[in-house]
């Protein structure tokens, strides 16, 4: 008898019904510069029109082992906003508007619930970020992967004119520092938070624990932040007071905050704000050193802002009108050395 594709492992029926279920998900988050939509070979999106030298902005990121975690709790629909976030946060960090997201599914045999329940996390993801999901790829690799598990890969593209362009060349001296709080542990430290959590603390998922008021589970697939409209609603309403943004994920604030820093500049910035207590649990329950926590975990600020002098409370007041909590947390200083670095002030 004859080998099918469904023998050795692809069932092409059933990856025709995911992208049957997803198409609607899709068509949720269409924005005017959409000019076709899923089911084609690739995606078309147009640019908006007045940008002066329009140059585009791209990132791409995944969602790491804190899908683990929706693998053990068998919960799907969160994780698809984290991949978007890593994304396109990283694409607002220039001042670009983001335009659209593409996704990648990979599986060793597609359940089309799980894949379901995944994607229209993205596509939520897209809408709060305001971009379409354009397309994606969906993979089905027998052998590939354990049993019930699937990896992600996102990527984002934005635009942004030229002369907007935020980064290290427009930070000075003297600026000061707004930090934006992180909703959690975003997507990044996961293999010591589950190794402390999990293997040390031996705490259970589904379990309540009273210092996060919540069963470890609902705290750890707490979804990512997305920080696309609140910047460019900052941008819009103080042009040329932010210079550069930083958004603190892998390596935490110290290995991050120094990337949107000039040469013979420090960001001297003051961790005395209230940790989420997720971090606190971690740091004593491991427990960790804290030179650890702070070059692994965002410590409760997902984004920095380096805006002009005399500015900082302003732009933090602008900020929490919009619903984000937001402080003054420190200032660019100059540096001896030629490599910026971040010094912590606790």
Not at 40 to 57: H, I, Q, T
Not at 239 to 254: L, M, N, S
Not at 327 to 340: K, Q, Y
């Amino acid at each position: 008898m004859a080998i099918s594709y469904r023998e050795a492992g692809v069932d092409i029926d059933r990856g025709d019904e995911l992208v049957r279920r997803i198409k609607p998900l899709a068509n949720g988050t269409r924005t005017p510069f959409v000019l076709d939509g899923i089911g084609g070979f690739a995606g078309l999106c147009g640019l908006p029109s007045g940008l002066e030298e329009p140059v585009l902005v791209s990132g791409t990121d995944g969602v790491g082992t804190k899908l683990k975690i929706a693998f053990e709790t068998n919960v799907h629909n969160t994780v698809g906003q984290d991949l978007v976030a890593m994304c396109v946060n990283d694409v607002a960090t220039t001042g670009g508007r983001l335009l659209f997201f593409l996704d990648y599914f990979g599986c060793g045999k597609l359940d089309v619930t799980v894949a379901e329940a995944v994607i229209s996390g993205i596509a939520d993801g897209c809408k709060l970020a305001g971009c379409a999901l354009l397309g994606g790829e969906t993979a089905e690799l027998p052998g590939m992967y354990a049993p019930n598990e699937y990896d992600l890969a996102g990527f984002a593209v934005g635009v942004v004119s030229k002369k907007a362009i935020l980064g290290p060349n427009r930070v000075s001296v003297g600026d000061e520092l707004v930090a934006v709080a992180s909703s959690g542990l975003h997507s990044n430290g996961y293999s010591l938070a589950r190794r402390v959590l999990q293997q040390e603390m031996k705490l259970a998922l589904d379990a309540h624990v009273p210092e996060l008021g919540k069963t470890l589970g609902e705290e750890l697939l707490t979804p990512t932040r997305i920080y696309t409209a609140e910047i460019q609603s900052t941008l819009e309403a103080h042009p040329d007071t932010v210079h550069a943004i930083c958004h603190v994920t892998g390596g935490g604030i110290v290995g991050n905050l120094n990337r949107a820093l000039g040469k013979h500049q420090q960001a001297r910035v003051n961790m005395t704000h209230e940790r989420p207590a997720v971090f606190q649990l971690i740091a004593k329950g491991g427990p960790v050193e804290e030179s650890e926590m702070l070059r692994t975990f965002n410590l409760g600020i997902g984004l920095v802002l380096c805006v002009k002098a005399g500015t900082g409370d302003t732009v933090a007041a602008h900020l929490n009108a919009l619903g984000e909590r937001a402080w003054v947390a420190g200032v660019v200083e100059p540096c001896p050395d030629e490599t910026p670095i971040v010094v912590i002030n606790e």
